[in-house]
C-alpha cells in the first residue's frame, strides 16, 4: 500500500506536484505553517451556517444591542462620578486587566469595551448548529486572535500601567525596551539563541549528571548515569522522552532533575537522546523510531544489566511510541517489561486538546509539503504554533514587559531548554500526524508492526500514568483514557498541578504544588475522570516521591551497581554524558 505522502504519479503528474508542494512550502514560511485553506473551509463553514440561521442572528443583533445599552449605561455613571458594577468580568485566567489602574476612569471604560466586545464575538462563533466541531474551534480561536490583537492593553496610549511607569522613569522604560527589540531583532534574523541564553550550557549547568554514552546509532544515543549509592534496585529505568524535545528536560539542572532523583534513590538511569535530524534523515519513519530507538535503547540495557526487567518510561510523544512498542512486545510475547510509566502521554488523539486545531487534511497536507522541501520540519515552526496558542502570555505579555515597560526578565532554566528546538523528519512526522493523530489507528486496532496490527489492551505490565491540569498538548483526561486502554493491567494515575512540562519538573519542595492520585487493579471497574477527582484526595507536594515509592514497590532487592557500558562488547562508554546528539542546533 502507498502511503498518502508518498503517491505514485505519471511524469506530468509529478512536476505539477512539485510546483505545488514548492509552492505551499513558500507560502507557509509566511503563515507560520498555517493553511489558508484549511481557515478559510472553517471561516466558510461558520459563515454560511451563521447566514442561514436568523434566530441565531437576531440573539446576536439582541446581545450587541443589550452590551451597547449596558456599556452606555456604565460610561455615564462613571463621567458622573460614580462607581456602578462593571458590566462584565474578564474570564478565568486573564490576568491582563487586574492592576488597580484598569479600574481608574476612563481606562475602565476601554477594558470593559474590549471585555464586552470578546463575550459578543465567543458567542457569534460558537452554539452555531450544523458547523463541524472542528471548524468551530478554529473560527473561535481565529476570533479570539484578532480581537487579543486590539486588546487595550497592547498598546501605549490605552495601557495605564505603562503609561503610569513611562511618566514614573521619565520614558527610560521605552528607550530599554527599544533597546530590547532591537537586541531580539537582530538575534533573530543573525540565526543567534535570545537573550540570557548565555548563561546557561549544555553539559555544564543544564544536562550535567555524570554518565556515559555507551551506544548510538543514526536516531539516538542512549545515556547511562553513574550511580550516587553503594547499592541500586537491580530493575534499570529506560527513559524514552519525545523527539519533539531534547531529553535532558528530565535533567534539567541540579535540584531540579528527575534523572539525578532517580539515580539519587537508588535507580540505575539510562535515557534516550534523540538525533537533530537533518535533511538526510527524512525517510526515517515511525517504525525506525521504534525499532532503532526504543528497541534498539532495551537490548543494550538488558545486555548491560542482563537477566533484569526494565522499568520503562515515556514522556509525552516518546509515551505514545513506548506503548507501540510495548503492545508489538506484547503481542510477540517479549517480556522484558517490568513496568511502563507514562507521563504527560497520550494513546488515543480523538481529544488532543487546542493542537487539534491545526491538525485536519488540509493543514497536514500543507505541512507535509513543507517538510518535503526541506525535508524534516523546523522547531520554529512548532514553536510559532505554540506561540499562537497562548499569545497572552507568550507574545502579547512578552510585548509590553519586554518592549513597553523595558522589563528583560532572567530567562529561567525551563525556557532556555524550550529555546532549544529539535526538528522533526519528514517521513516521521507525516506518519505520527496521519496514522496516530488523523486517524487514531492505534486505540482502532488498525496501526500495524511488521505486516500485523498490534492491540494497546494487550500491554498486562503494571503501570502508572501522570497527567497535568493546565496541560494543552496532553489533557489530562485524554491522557486518564489509558484506564480504559488497559483492562488487564493494573493502572495508577495521577493528576498534578502545572502544565505539560511545568507539571512534570516538579522536585520535592517546589511551591504550591499538589496532586491527586487513585489506583486500580486489573479487571477493576472503570472510574470516569469525574469520579476520579472526587475519589482521590489532594496531597501536597510532588507526586515524584509517589511515583519512585511505586517503582520500588515493583522492584527487588537492592543489589551492587552495574558497569557503566560493558567493558568489551557492542556497548563499551563512547563518550560523557550529555553526549553529543543533544548539542546539535
Request: proline letters at 7%; charged letters at 20%; one cysteine or more.
Amino acid at each position: 500500500m502507498v502511503h498518502p505522502m508518498m503517491p505514485e504519479f505519471e511524469e506530468g503528474e509529478r512536476e505539477a506536484l512539485t510546483i505545488d508542494r514548492l509552492f505551499h512550502a513558500g507560502l507557509g514560511r509566511a503563515t507560520l505553517g498555517l493553511s489558508p485553506a484549511a481557515l478559510s473551509l472553517a471561516t466558510f463553514d461558520w459563515a454560511v451556517h451563521l447566514a442561514s440561521h436568523p434566530g441565531k442572528q437576531m440573539a446576536l443583533a439582541d446581545e450587541a444591542m443589550r452590551n451597547t445599552l449596558r456599556f452606555q449605561a456604565y460610561a455615564v455613571s462613571r463621567m458622573t462620578g460614580m462607581c456602578p458594577e462593571p458590566c462584565t468580568q474578564p474570564w478565568y485566567g486573564d490576568d491582563r486587566f487586574k492592576a488597580e489602574q484598569w479600574h481608574q476612569f476612563p481606562y475602565d471604560l476601554m477594558q470593559q469595551g474590549f471585555l464586552l466586545s470578546q463575550q459578543w464575538w465567543h458567542n457569534a462563533t460558537t452554539g452555531i448548529r450544523g458547523v463541524t466541531q472542528h471548524h468551530e474551534d478554529v473560527v473561535n480561536f481565529l476570533g479570539r486572535q484578532v480581537l487579543d490583537f486590539y486588546s487595550p492593553s497592547n498598546y501605549l496610549p490605552t495601557n495605564p500601567e505603562v503609561l503610569d511607569e513611562t511618566f514614573r522613569q521619565g520614558g527610560a522604560n521605552l528607550a530599554k525596551g527599544y533597546a530590547n527589540l532591537l537586541e531580539d531583532f537582530e538575534r533573530t534574523i543573525s540565526g543567534r539563541p535570545p537573550a540570557g541564553m548565555e548563561q546557561w550550557q549544555v553539559g555544564e549547568n543544564l544536562a550535567c549528571s555524570p554518565g556515559k554514552v555507551v551506544y548510538r546509532n543514526r536516531v539516538m544515543e542512549l545515556i547511562q548515569y553513574e550511580p550516587t549509592t553503594k547499592t541500586v534496585y537491580p530493575e534499570p529505568i529506560l527513559i524514552c522522552p519525545a523527539w519533539i524535545m531534547k531529553y535532558y528536560i528530565l535533567d534539567l539542572r541540579p535540584g531540579k532533575s528527575l534523572i539525578e532523583y532517580l539515580v539519587g534513590k537508588g535507580h540505575t538511569v539510562f535515557v534516550i537522546s534523540w538525533k537533530n535530524p537533518g535533511r538526510e534523515d527524512r525517510d526515517i519513519g515511525m517504525d525506525a523510531y521504534r525499532r532503532e530507538g526504543v528497541m534498539d535503547a532495551l537490548d543494550a540495557v538488558t545486555t548491560i544489566v542482563p537477566e533484569r526487567q526494565v522499568h520503562a518510561v515515556g514522556y509525552c510523544l516518546g509515551g505514545t511510541l513506548l506503548m507501540l512498542a510495548a503492545a508489538t512486545m506484547a503481542r510477540d510475547g517479549d517480556e522484558r517489561l517490568a513496568s511502563m510509566s507514562l507521563l504527560a502521554a497520550q494513546a488515543d488523539f480523538t481529544e488532543p486538546g487546542e493542537l487539534d486545531l491545526f491538525i485536519d487534511e488540509s493543514q497536514v497536507t500543507f505541512l507535509e509539503d513543507m517538510m518535503w522541501e526541506a525535508g524534516y520540519l523546523d522547531g520554529k515552526q512548532m514553536a510559532g504554533a505554540f506561540q499562537l496558542l497562548r499569545s497572552k502570555d507568550l507574545i502579547y505579555s512578552r510585548l509590553i514587559h519586554e518592549y513597553m515597560m523595558g522589563q528583560r526578565a532572567p530567562l529561567i532554566d525551563l525556557m532556555a531548554w524550550n529555546a532549544d528546538t529539535t526538528r522533526l523528519p519528514y517521513r516521521m512526522h507525516s506518519e505520527y500526524l496521519r496514522d496516530l493523530f488523523l486517524n487514531n489507528d492505534f486505540v482502532e486496532d488498525r496501526y500495524d508492526v511488521g505486516g500485523q496490527p498490534i492491540h494497546i489492551g494487550d500491554i498486562q505490565v503494571p503501570t502508572f500514568a501522570v497527567g497535568t491540569e493546565k496541560d494543552h498538548i496532553a489533557p489530562w483526561r485524554s491522557v486518564y483514557k489509558i484506564n480504559r486502554f488497559l483492562p488487564r493491567a493494573d493502572v495508577t494515575f495521577a493528576l498534578t498541578e502545572g502544565g505539560h512540562n511545568a507539571g512534570i519538573v516538579t522536585p520535592p519542595g517546589h511551591p504550591r504544588r499538589q496532586y491527586q492520585s487513585l489506583a486500580r487493579k486489573a479487571q477493576d471497574p472503570y472510574i470516569p475522570p469525574d469520579n476520579f477527582l472526587e475519589r482521590s484526595p489532594k496531597q501536597q507536594g510532588s507526586w515524584w516521591p509517589e511515583w519512585e515509592a511505586w517503582l520500588r514497590e515493583h522492584s527487588g532487592s537492592r543489589v551492587a551497581p552495574p558497569s557503566l557500558g560493558q567493558e568489551k562488547g557492542s556497548y563499551q562508554p563512547i563518550a560523557d554524558a550529555p553526549g553529543i546528539y543533544v548539542l546539535q542546533d
